[in-house]
């Protein structure tokens, strides 16, 4: 019979202020044992520690699910896949077989759907920082390129001179909708009238003509209103272009920003009563164009979600290496992963889920990642059963964001596994090793 560890018995305050509906936190457990019918016991034995988990199954459910409440209500909508949000080429692929395009903001993550097999003319190139060559080989292929700012303008006029063509864009506007902050930081102001300006800047050159009018008014956006608003304000500019420059504005793109079902710091309500449906969203972008449109055709929509499709779709697997007590008597656990790769941490409180039932009360403890950063807290204040060294605990939702900005920094960037629809585990990112570092160092 094996010897128990003596531990030195501590005091802690317990605040029953915590408990919830599931009873006591003493008592209280989470637990998953499974992700769509694989084992986590299955994935870490074959896999390692820490892995990215996606299932592809989650997916699909959220994407028809959304583009259901778009199109039952729109003839035509299109959406166009967000490749900062997840740009791992598995996972754009089941957007694009899904039939969605790619939405892009560098050269970086234009090449990216080039290689997966997206043609230009189904890219949208955003963002405010486009080189002159990259924007050249944009013009060439046919993508859809949305204007930023006037540097950007007057590259484009001087591509359409090399070129000797006229350049059809879309141009991209802020506006107020009662959203703090704005974002204000990208496109060109509505209220203002600089927008408006700019648009005349384009026809008075004749070099390149509006096709389309672009907004991303925010992210994870908690109240449907305010896409109502964009979009009038989107629809009274396609009325005004339209009418003084005898223009067809052929699109109009209200961007990302839907909310997953992420918790955020700081609101006690649950994301399940929080997160608009998707039907709130989709109304309100509806509703305004129905209600705003001045001309016999209405405008081809696009929707850059990105967020609200793939966050509840990722889960991170990492494992118990040590704990220690602190000196408030407080349990730490060290994790084989930190903020290293759950960049959102520092704005979202994860859900925790333990790989089974431990015996023992709950205590107070933190979860601290392997860093040697004293900055390395995934959770600073949870209820938890005695865990073993070698426990896996089940993070989520992470799909959106985490990998893609996940730092090579002190650890390794862990691999990927994707589960399929029929539930086979297959892995789509090797973990990165000296190799993949040192590939372009002398």
């Given at each position: 019979m094996s010897k128990k560890i003596y531990q030195k018995p501590t005091i802690n305050y317990i605040n029953f202020a915590m408990a919830s509906k599931y009873g006591?936190?003493?008592?209280?457990?989470?637990?998953?044992?499974?992700?769509?019918?694989?084992?986590?016991?299955?994935?870490?034995?074959?896999?390692?520690?820490?892995?990215?988990?996606?299932?592809?199954?989650?997916?699909?459910?959220?994407?028809?699910?959304?583009?259901?409440?778009?199109?039952?209500?729109?003839?035509?909508?299109?959406?166009?896949?967000?490749?900062?949000?997840?740009?791992?080429?598995?996972?754009?692929k089941i957007f694009h077989k899904l039939g969605s395009t790619a939405e892009v903001v560098s050269e970086f993550e234009y090449q990216k759907a080039r290689a997966n097999g997206v043609e230009g003319k189904d890219i949208i190139f955003n963002g405010p920082y486009k080189p002159k060559a990259d924007l050249k080989i944009a013009v060439q292929e046919g993508a859809k390129i949305h204007v930023d700012n006037l540097f950007e303008l007057n590259d484009l006029e001087e591509i359409a001179d090399e070129l000797n063509v006229k350049i059809p864009v879309a141009i991209r506007i802020n506006m107020d909708t009662g959203v703090y902050p704005a974002w204000s930081r990208f496109g060109f102001n509505f209220e203002s009238g600089e927008a408006y300006d700019a648009i005349k800047r384009m026809y008075d050159g004749g070099k390149?003509?509006?096709?389309?009018?672009?907004?991303?008014?925010?992210?994870?956006?908690?109240?449907?209103?305010?896409?109502?608003?964009?979009?009038?304000?989107?629809?009274?500019?396609?009325?005004?272009?339209?009418?003084?420059?005898?223009?067809?504005?052929?699109?109009?793109?209200?961007?990302?920003?839907?909310?997953?079902?992420?918790?955020?710091?700081?609101?006690?309500?649950?994301?399940?009563?929080?997160?608009p449906t998707p039907d709130a969203y989709a109304e309100a972008i509806t509703n305004a164009i129905y209600e705003f449109n001045k001309s016999e055709k209405l405008p081809k929509l696009y929707l850059e979600t990105g967020r609200h499709l793939i966050d509840e779709a990722g889960f991170l697997l990492t494992s118990v290496w040590g704990y220690k007590r602190f000196g408030d008597g407080k349990k730490g656990y060290i994790l084989d992963a930190g903020v290293n790769v759950l960049y959102t941490s520092t704005w979202y409180n994860f859900n925790i889920e333990l790989d089974k039932r431990y015996e023992g009360e709950n205590e107070p403890s933190m979860l601290n990642g392997p860093l040697c950063m004293n900055i390395d807290i995934i959770e600073e204040h949870i209820m938890l059963p005695p865990l073993d060294r070698g426990s896996v605990i089940t993070i989520s939702p992470v799909g959106a964001y985490n990998y893609t900005q996940a730092m090579q920094f002190i650890r390794y960037k862990p691999a990927v596994v994707l589960i399929d629809k029929d539930s086979n585990a297959k892995l789509i990112k090797e973990v990165d090793d000296l190799s993949t570092v040192n590939h372009k160092e002398s």
């Open positions: 006591s936190p003493l008592q209280t457990q989470k637990v998953r044992t499974e992700i769509d019918g694989v084992q986590i016991s299955e994935l870490t034995e074959k896999f390692g520690s820490p892995i990215f988990v996606f299932s592809e199954k989650t997916i699909e459910e959220k994407y028809h699910a959304l583009h259901n409440a778009f199109s039952s209500r729109y003839n035509d909508v299109e959406f166009s896949w967000s490749y900062k949000t997840n740009y791992l080429n598995e996972i754009c390149v003509y509006l096709v389309g009018l672009h907004s991303h008014i925010g992210t994870f956006m908690l109240d449907a209103n305010p896409y109502y608003m964009a979009t009038k304000a989107i629809m009274h500019l396609k009325a005004q272009v339209e009418n003084d420059f005898n223009a067809e504005i052929a699109y109009i793109d209200l961007g990302g920003g839907f909310a997953s079902k992420s918790n955020l710091k700081g609101i006690y309500q649950s994301a399940d009563v929080i997160v």
